[in-house]
């Protein structure tokens, strides 16, 4: 049975940093792409960075609302998918989702088949 659990969400102040994390078991993490996705209250869920096992064009991408601010990394030897989050600001407050599907990592919730079940950011202003 796949698991993804998140950790590491919390509180902080505008332009503060904040990493979260993603261990995640039952599947093979070498063929795993994997990605963050948040939803904010009132609003959809929404596609925030992937990293695919194979890829054409590079690994890692993100979405234009964090590019250069939001980093996205993985360790194999500890089966965790990381976000690391700077110069935050308010509209960066949602739960944020890990998800995992084979090889490609894209920017579509419906095409991952697994997902964790969240963990709250909040940045006050």
Known sequence: QVQLVESGGGL?????????????????????AMAWFRQA????????????????????????????????ARDAAKNTLYLQMNTLKPEDTAIYYCATRNWVATE??????????????????
């Open 108 to 125: 579509r919730a419906e095409d991952y088949n697994d997902w964790g079940q969240g963990t709250q950011v909040t940045v006050s202003s």
């Open 41 to 72: 209250p009132g609003k959809e869920r929404e596609f925030v960075a992937g990293y695919s096992v194979i890829s054409v064009s590079g690994l890692t991408f993100y979405a234009d609302s964090v590019k250069g601010r939001f980093t996205i």
């Open 12 to 32: 902080v102040q505008t332009g503060e940093s904040l990493t979260i994390s993603c261990a995640i078991s039952g599947r093979t993490f070498t063929r795993s």
